[in-house]
């Protein structure tokens, strides 16, 4: 499965971006939970939310909950991130993941496939 992530670049702090993550193959991605991580620099990966296969559960790291939002178009093979109220410490590269179930887990080795990560930088 090849993920292509985009939507990231530059914005003030308060500001929101949206992200989006399309799958290249329809039937996988339909079938899985899929996830948005980062990594800051200096930092390992971490998860930031999390969506089911059918887009009824949902899941967050409480430093975005309210601030962030996962969704996902089956039809499109596209998850999105909406990002509000965007901070100095959501600085980071943001990647998309696949998983190999139904229901997603919070743990990088939960997900299979990767896209190539989206820059976000939040200027202070």
């Known amino acids: 499965v090849q993920l292509q992530a985009s939507g990231g670049g530059l914005v003030q702090a308060g500001g929101s971006l949206r992200l989006s993550c399309t799958a290249s193959?329809?039937?996988?991605?339909?079938?899985?939970?899929m996830a948005w991580f980062r990594q800051a620099p200096g930092k390992e990966r971490e998860f930031v939310a999390a969506?089911?296969?059918?887009?009824?559960?949902?899941y967050y790291e409480d430093s975005v909950k309210g601030r962030f939002t996962i969704s996902r178009e089956n039809a499109k093979n596209t998850v999105y991130l909406q990002m509000n109220s965007l901070e100095y410490d959501d600085t980071a590269v943001y990647y998309c993941?696949?998983?190999?179930?139904?229901?997603?887990?919070?743990?990088?080795?939960?997900?299979?496939?990767w896209g190539q990560g989206t820059l976000v930088t939040v200027s202070s």
């Open positions: 193959v329809e039937r996988i991605f339909s079938s899985y939970a």
């Open positions: 969506i089911n296969w059918s887009g009824d559960s949902t």
């Open positions: 993941a696949s998983s190999q179930w139904t229901v997603p887990g919070t743990r990088v080795r939960d997900y299979s496939s």
